[in-house]
Each structure stands twice: as C-alpha cells, then as structure tokens.
C-alpha cells in the first residue's frame, strides 16, 4: 500500500476521500486496507492497479509490513492424515460405503 498511496498523492488525490471518488472503492475500505486490518480482494488490487496505474505486485509485495517480517510469509506444513485427506477428498469415504 506504501506505493499506492505515494502514486495518489503523485495524481492529486490527497485524502481517502479523494481515493475513493477515483476508485468507486469505499472510504472505510481503503481506510481498513490502509491499516493493514483487511486484505484487499483481487477484484479491488485491479481496481487500484487501473485507477493509479501501479503494478499489480506493487500493491500486493511493497507493504513496508511484509518486508518487515522478512518477505513472503513461510509454508505452513500439514500433518501427512491431512494431506491424504486434501489429495482424496472424499473418494476415501465412498469407496468404505
């Protein structure tokens, strides 16, 4: 969002206000975006993206908090019962019934 909002800033827009006339996207939504207590839908990065002409990536990896806690957030791993689950969905169950 770092970028985003020096690129509104660059275009005029100087309040969330502003944001929101040139975007359609709500004041509390991109004041939550802002804060980093919501995360933005694909549909809303596409509408920032065209709105300030920013690259999508931009939006989505220069947030001053991802880079903070050291890039992309890590892998969770999933326990091996789990992942059969995941792979076989319910194929499992049908074939006992």
Not at 21 to 42: F, V, W
Request: charged share 30%.
């Amino acid at each position: 969002m770092a970028t985003l909002l020096v690129k509104a800033r660059e275009l005029g827009d100087e309040s969330v206000a502003d944001m929101a006339q040139r975007t359609g996207i709500s004041r509390s939504t991109l004041h939550r975006l802002a804060a980093g207590t919501k995360q933005p839908s694909l549909a809303t990065l596409w509408t920032l993206r065209d709105a300030y002409r920013v690259r999508l990536d931009a939006l989505v990896y220069d947030d001053p908090q991802t880079e903070q806690r050291g890039g992309l957030p890590q892998r969770q791993r999933v326990p091996a019962q789990d992942r059969h689950r995941l792979r076989h969905g319910d194929r499992d169950r049908h074939a006992a019934g």
